[in-house]
């Protein structure tokens, strides 16, 4: 706010870089034994030095873009009057005050996606299979934004709807659909989902 005050009410636009493609990662670990403490969340950005210099090189392109005849005939203009607070003692407009502009001044669009990767037993990172099932936790699915092994491009909110009419699908699918009435064939099909549920190649399921 300190650096755009003398822009209050007055007629201005932005470009905002995006990474859409992040190659930093996060974490989410446990922080106890006991289920009702919060977990120890570690978004981890910028973690990877390549998605630091992705976003100075948008914020050049907006550069270029406002340099334009189209924009430059309106009278527009790069703002240029009060740096960004904490990088005054940077070189001004160079990478590193770019890269200092950009850890001060990002923020998320909240597609927080990969915290329960999907794939196959032999990778250490994945939490379900193809099917959505937990790995060694049986009667578990995970469906939704977590699952994906990486971020899509654009918004989460089409492929997690996807994403949810697929494993209801499955759900019913393994289930006769969910219209069967006899029990005894229902705690059948239980026990048998039980007995066929994934495991890690490194995991003993304890009965």
Request: hydrophobic share 35%.
């Amino acid at each position: 706010w300190q650096m755009y005050r003398p822009l209050a009410y007055r007629d201005t636009w932005s470009v905002i870089p995006m990474l859409l493609r992040p190659k930093s990662r996060g974490t989410v670990r446990l922080r106890s034994s006991n289920p009702y403490d919060k977990p120890i969340f570690n978004a981890g950005y910028f973690t990877h030095p390549e998605d630091i210099k992705v976003l100075v090189e948008g914020v050049k392109i907006a550069l270029a873009m406002a340099q334009t005849k189209a924009f430059t005939r309106l009278g527009s203009k790069f703002w240029d009057e009060i740096p960004m607070p904490g990088c005054e003692d940077t070189n001004l407009w160079s990478d590193e005050y770019w890269t200092c502009l950009c850890r001060q001044y990002t923020a998320t669009i909240y597609h927080y996606s990969g915290i329960a990767k999907m794939g196959p037993p032999t990778d250490p990172q994945s939490v379900v299979n193809h099917q959505l099932k937990v790995y060694g936790v049986p009667r578990l699915r995970v469906i939704d934004a977590s699952i994906m092994p990486t971020i899509v491009s654009g918004n989460t909110n089409a492929p997690v709807i996807m994403i949810a009419e697929k494993g209801a699908d499955m759900i019913k699918a393994d289930w006769g659909g969910g219209y069967e009435d006899n029990r005894v064939r229902r705690r059948r099909r239980s026990s048998d989902q039980v007995g066929s549920w994934p495991c890690k190649l490194n995991m003993t399921r304890k009965e």
